[in-house]
């Protein structure tokens, strides 16, 4: 008989400081791939953006010092990819690589050159464009955090969590903007395999306990039925469709410290949704022992 497993809410920041492993990391948790090394990571990345996955190049941002003329460009592209603020007289401009593959003719395009000039060369290789006379300057974060004042600092200063959650509570998760997602994928996840210990997992419900005998009926008729469809030759894409709200749902979340704020401001609530609330408030309590909220 097909077994299932319960597990609880989990949250765990995210803090990898090289392009090429962070998009591999984040894009590995969408297929439940482990992680084989940074060259792995490389040509990992490099096909990703040769088949045009470019959701996943989001969770990686770069941030740079401009002047005010490129500065004045880049506000009349009113592109939602490119981020950018003054501060004392400043000019910063925050971006994925996203917006720098995806630029067509014109001034897209200049742009593009004049930021892709700044990047490492093993980066700025993926881009189609020669380097720029002009270049901004690459900044990192600690630099950013002495820089900006708080305010600016909170809206440019980009955090990842992996959470583990259910699938209920990812419906709602993802209808945040700007915010960028990697999602566990129940197409191309076959739980019934090893990697997935041959079993379902589903997070525990608030009521279990009170209501025992009702969810444990439910989740083992579940995962009879899962498997009894993928035994019979579906495809994890087509046996998905018997599977719950209360599955165990891993998704990475990334946005700025500002956008963090608005969700925790919604979702710890005594207005919102009970599963999501206890989620958010870890993430909440944790973000706030690593960063000024």
């Excluded at 880049?74 to 603020?85: D, G, M, S």
């Excluded at 197409?187 to 279990?208: H, I, V």
């Amino acid at each position: 008989m097909p077994g299932y497993r319960l597990i609880e809410n989990s949250v765990e920041f995210v803090e990898t400081s090289d392009f090429f492993d962070k998009v591999a990391l984040v894009a590995h948790n969408c297929y439940q791939v482990k992680d084989k090394g940074h060259e792995s990571n490389v040509d990992f990345v490099k096909r990703l953006i040769s088949s045009g996955h470019l959701a996943m190049i989001e969770h990686y941002r770069f941030f740079f010092e401009v002047d005010s003329r490129h500065y004045d460009l880049f506000k009349k592209l009113y592109n939602p990819y490119f981020f950018l603020l003054e501060d004392k007289g400043h000019y910063y401009l925050s971006c994925s690589l996203r917006p720098l593959l995806e630029a067509k003719e014109g001034l897209e395009k200049e742009l593009s050159a004049y930021i892709s000039s700044a990047l490492p060369v093993e980066i700025s290789s993926l881009l189609p464009y020669e380097k720029s006379e002009e270049r901004p300057l690459l900044l990192n974060l600690e630099t950013l955090k002495k820089t900006l004042d708080a305010s600016n600092y909170r809206r440019f200063r980009f955090v990842t969590y992996h959470l583990i959650t259910d699938r209920g509570v990812t419906h709602e998760i993802v209808r945040h903007r700007p915010c960028s997602f990697a999602q566990e994928s129940t197409r191309y996840c076959n739980y019934t395999k090893d990697k997935f210990s041959n079993e379902l997992a589903f997070m525990k419900p608030l009521a279990y306990d009170e209501h025992k005998d009702i969810y444990d009926r439910f989740f083992q008729n579940t995962s009879d039925t899962y498997f009894a469809l993928i035994e019979k030759g579906e495809k994890p894409d087509e046996a998905r469709a018997v599977l719950p709200n209360s599955l165990k749902a891993s998704i990475m979340v990334s946005a700025t410290l500002e956008e963090w704020n608005h969700i925790f401001e919604l979702r710890c609530s005594e207005f919102a949704h009970p599963d999501i609330r206890r989620l958010m408030i870890l993430v909440r309590d944790d973000l706030g022992k690593r960063e000024t909220l």
